[in-house]
């Protein structure tokens, strides 16, 4: 089902952009899923599940290539799951964080270039902010000495949305605008497409996160409860915001649900269905004014990563801590009076939005200098489908 999130992200994108740029959009996703999926069994599953080294910051290379791993081995605590499931499960995570920044490339980056950025981004950035979080890492271990209380992030609030969206806005930013940006129609081609990729991606989030709970329990049906609800709640805030506005879009419908899904990924293990309305409403609400926002600054990423997953998943880890809820995932949060869990997330999801911001501008300026992120301005004009795929997506006639 993660799988299929990442091809449906793939479509939610790809209706976003020019009808000349669909092909490559598109691709990005798919490129994403082949290239972490080796590099998760390479070295991306060790280095964020294994053993602590330099002091936490990364796991070790135990699992390099999956050795040590038998085919009837349990997963390390968990005896009733079989390590290469969690592999496999954990694995699909990696690919659609990659899959979502491409949100700031869309229409103007180098097929090779995003390949070798990928590989760098996700070893060096979201490896080890898994590590940190999941995998029993220095933060982990640091805020449960200094407050008592652990990062909470049940399915990814943290480690998939916060890295995404955040990389996503430093990679707008050292690309730059699309040719054209504020001067020339870039409307979305085909809007049916975006929402069949918000279909995919709604009925795929019930796998990323009722499947987090990793058994068929009471977590997973809460988790798939209050996924649903916040998703709800999150497409029916922006679409009246948006109504306030304007007129009523069915792309504001949809980028509300997936604010709504973003924004529940941490919590949906800890808060039960009345929170989920008011976490995915006020997601809705939320990620729509960071979308007015960045328009308004004249910033050109391009479909939205930043408001919809940097902030959706920066305002669910927040209220994670706000609403956790003992009686359902054995957690208090704020509410309840446990104002250490409501720093912890606050630590946790600012320590991990500083350390992303610093590492992917690193990487991308590297990659910039050497192999140039963005195709050239013949391309951008001619289109990318055409000149880096040699393909159309809609070619008329025989």
């Known amino acids: 089902m993660v799988v299929l999130m990442t091809m449906g992200l793939g479509f939610f994108y790809g209706g976003m952009v020019r009808r000349k740029n669909v092909v490559s959009m598109i691709s990005l996703s798919f490129v994403s899923m082949v290239l972490v999926s080796l590099q998760w069994v390479l070295v991306g599953y060790s280095l964020s599940f294994g053993g602590n080294v330099l002091g936490g910051f990364v796991g ?13 081995q349990p997963t390390p605590g968990l005896e009733g799951l079989p390590h290469l499931a969690f592999v496999a499960f954990q694995m699909t995570f990696a690919a659609i964080t990659l899959a979502i920044l491409t949100s700031a490339l869309a229409e103007r980056v180098k097929l090779g270039a995003f390949l070798v950025f990928g590989l760098l981004w996700t070893t ?83 796998g990323f996160n009722a499947g987090s709970a990793l058994a068929a329990d009471a977590s997973a049906a809460n988790a798939l409860l ?24 069915s792309l504001g419908l949809a980028s509300g649900a997936v604010a709504g899904l973003v924004a529940i990924t941490p919590a949906a293990g800890y808060v039960g269905a009345g929170a989920a309305v008011v976490i995915g409403a006020v997601a809705g609400l939320l990620c729509y004014g960071a979308m007015l926002f960045r328009i308004a600054r ?75 992120l963005r195709v050239t301005e013949t391309e ?19």
Do not use: C
């Open 60 to 72: 070790g290379l135990e699992y390099a290539g999956l050795r040590g791993i038998a085919v009837d």
């Open 124 to 206: 060096l950035v979201y490896d080890p902010v898994a590590h940190w979080v999941w995998g029993g890492g220095w933060l982990h271990t640091w805020l449960h000495e200094a407050l008592g209380a652990a990062p909470l992030d049940f399915a990814g609030g943290t480690v998939v949305h916060i890295t995404s969206g955040f990389a996503a806005l430093v990679l707008a930013l050292v690309v730059g605008k699309r040719i054209g940006y504020g001067e020339y129609n870039m409307a979305p081609h085909n809007i049916p497409l975006t929402l069949i990729g918000t279909a995919l991606l709604w009925f795929g989030w019930f």
């Open 226 to 249: 209050v996924t649903h609800i916040a998703a709800s709640a999150g497409a029916l805030a922006w679409l009246v915001a948006s109504w306030v506005r304007d007129k009523p879009g």
């Open 298 to 372: 004249g910033l050109d990423e391009s479909l939205d990563a930043w408001a919809v997953h940097g902030m959706g998943g920066l305002w669910g880890a927040i209220a994670t801590g706000i609403f956790a809820d003992a009686s359902v995932g054995g957690v208090s949060g704020l509410l309840q009076g446990n104002v250490a869990q409501f720093i912890a997330q606050v630590v946790d999801a600012g320590v991990a939005i500083a350390y992303t911001v610093v590492v992917t501008y690193i990487i991308a300026k590297i990659v910039e200098a050497l192999l140039g």
């Open 380 to 398: 951008e004009y001619v289109g990318l489908d055409l000149l880096q795929h040699g393909e159309e997506a809609y070619a008329w006639g025989g």
